[in-house]
């Protein structure tokens, strides 16, 4: 038995071979070392056998490869990837046979799984086979939901909000939304035109670029305007892993939850429900004018956003209530990847901004900011990220200096005594 971790779009996984093939692929955990334990519990001692690290061989490669194009909202197919499965039961083979066949886009209930595997009646007895899945994505299990639609239950690391965003992935890619959305690393200009042209433009941020590296923003994906607006509202002054827990709660309140909620059905839920999902009021009653607006026409779908300008999108959007200009310079940039926001009210731009200009002179301000910007047009959502960057940069070194300072401290009084 062998293992390897590999890099996704979800984050990073793991996977565990032998030579009857694929015994066991694991989702993101908290950090790598939460992954490796994870998967090791499964196939190392006490699991299938002892595994060991290994380079994956052509075959693993290929499922890797597979599994990442089916994450970027890429066409795979991934049903003759080669399963070991001697380890498990024979009822639960056909059910995972059954879920292997379901395309991405579509889904099942627990009772139709039931029926494909010859055992109407049995989708209790699926449930618990999805439970015990070793085979993530490959067997997609996210795809098979409750009775009437409901989302049902996801034992892997995130849970509700992970199978979530692999429906959503799939569902944005086969809506033809991928269109709009291009994620994962595609983007609707060339990064390596851009990168040469603020080189040119100004050779301080060139330096900047070249101390940091390759570009690596990637473009998140999401079914609608209405939904990605909804995420934002929710995810405001939340630490991310609390945010994500409340949005996937809100959208399991609706069968179908990877397309939910739409806006007919916020405005059919009642405050006490939208509450219980974990909305505080404020929010509740954002996301009511967001769902209010978009019944009545005022939000940009899909299809008409992107022939719109960007200060044209701005002036939409923060009608909405909770919706400022922060917060749709963020969609401009990461869900539709417009190549030329700024956004001068970001505080991780500011602090990036006074470390690689200011040199320590004070924090910049918006005119110091835009006057410089207008040499990085049209690619300032480009220069933003390099300025997020020296953020990350310059908070690295105020820690290494903060734990350097006890340390000079004690040389100082060891001194006084000798």
Not at 301 to 307: F, G, M, Q
Not at 384 to 408: F, M
Request: charged share 25%; aromatic share 8%; glycine share 8%.
């Amino acid at each position: 038995m062998n293992y390897a971790l590999f890099d996704t779009p979800l984050g990073r996984c793991g996977i565990a071979w032998n030579a009857h093939g694929i015994a066991g692929v694991q989702l993101p955990e908290a950090s790598d070392t939460a992954t490796r334990a994870k998967l090791l519990d499964k196939f190392g001692e006490g699991g299938r056998g002892e595994a060991e690290p290994a380079s994956p061989p052509q075959e693993v490669q290929h499922a890797i490869d597979g599994i990442n194009e089916l994450l970027r909202g890429q066409a795979s197919d991934l049903s003759s990837v080669p399963l070991d499965m001697s380890g498990v039961p024979p009822f639960h083979r056909r059910v995972y046979e059954a879920v292997r066949a379901i395309p991405p886009g579509a889904s099942l209930s627990y009772g139709e799984v039931a029926a494909k595997a010859e055992a109407p009646g049995a989708a209790r007895a699926v449930g618990q086979a999805m439970r015990r899945n070793p085979f993530s994505i490959l067997v997609p299990c996210h795809r098979v939901f409750a009775a009437g639609g409901k989302l049902g239950g996801y034992s892997a690391h995130g849970g509700l909000a992970t199978k979530l965003r692999l429906l959503s992935m799939e569902a944005a890619a086969a809506e033809g939304a991928a269109a709009l959305f291009e994620g994962d690393g595609v983007l609707p200009f060339d990064p390596a035109f851009a990168l040469d042209y603020l080189r040119d433009a100004d050779p301080a941020l060139g330096r900047l670029i070249d101390t940091v590296g390759p570009f690596r923003m990637q473009i998140r994906r999401a079914p609608s305007i209405f939904i990605a607006l909804a995420e934002a509202i929710v995810y405001q002054q939340l630490h991310a892993k609390a945010a994500a827990s409340i949005f996937a709660r809100l959208r399991a309140l609706y069968p179908k939850a990877h397309q939910a909620p739409t806006a007919a059905q916020i405005i059919k839920t009642s405050d006490a429900k939208l509450r219980g999902a974990g909305l505080s009021q404020s929010k509740l009653l954002s996301i009511r004018d967001l769902a209010r607006r978009d019944a009545a026409g005022e939000i940009p779908h899909l299809a008409d956003i992107n022939r719109l300008e960007d200060e044209a999108i701005i002036e939409k959007l923060t009608q909405v209530r909770g919706i400022g200009r922060w917060t749709v310079e963020m969609l401009l940039i990461f869900r539709l990847g417009r190549s030329d926001v700024l956004p001068l009210d970001d505080f991780g731009v500011r602090k990036g901004f006074g470390f690689a200009f200011k040199k320590n002179r004070g924090a910049p301000t918006k005119d110091e900011m835009e006057k410089r910007g207008r040499r990085w047009q049209p690619y300032r959502s480009v220069a933003s990220w390099y300025l997020w960057r020296a953020a990350d940069i310059a908070t690295q070194r105020e820690r290494v200096q903060k734990a350097q300072k006890p340390s000079a401290a004690s040389d100082q009084k060891s001194q006084r005594r000798a």
